[in-house]
């Protein structure tokens, strides 16, 4: 059974710190690509971050590019999303997932 569960959220000052974890059980993360995906108040879906296949290459929206980092942990089998400096437009809940399958997602709000 496929399973993704993400944690690490939470309410942050701006320009603070996250880091989002995404625990997934019925597949191997380093033998496919995986994706984080956001959802803002009101709005849709945005794309976030992605992470190959052999976890080499990384790509990233224009909106969190230089701020936040895609990683994962064979060993775990854990997929990370690190993010710093925060701003208020970062505010929603994080979704990893891959393919069809996606977590239940995490809350981030960044405000003072």
């Known amino acids: 059974q496929v399973q993704l569960v993400e944690s690490g959220g939470g309410l942050v000052q701006p320009g603070g710190s996250l880091r989002l974890s995404c625990a997934v059980s019925g597949f191997t993360v380093s033998r496919t690509w995986m994706t984080w995906v956001r959802q803002a108040p009101g709005k849709g879906l945005e794309w976030v971050a992605e992470?190959?296949?052999?976890?080499?290459?990384?790509y990233y929206s224009d909106s969190v590019k230089g701020r936040f980092t895609i990683s994962r942990d064979n060993a775990k089998n854990t997929l990370y999303l690190q993010m710093n400096s925060l701003k208020p437009e970062d505010t929603g809940v994080y979704y990893c997932?891959?393919?069809?399958?996606w977590g239940q997602g995490t809350q981030v709000t960044v405000s003072s």
């Open positions: 992470i190959n296949l052999r976890g080499d290459s990384t």
């Open positions: 997932k891959n393919e069809g399958y």
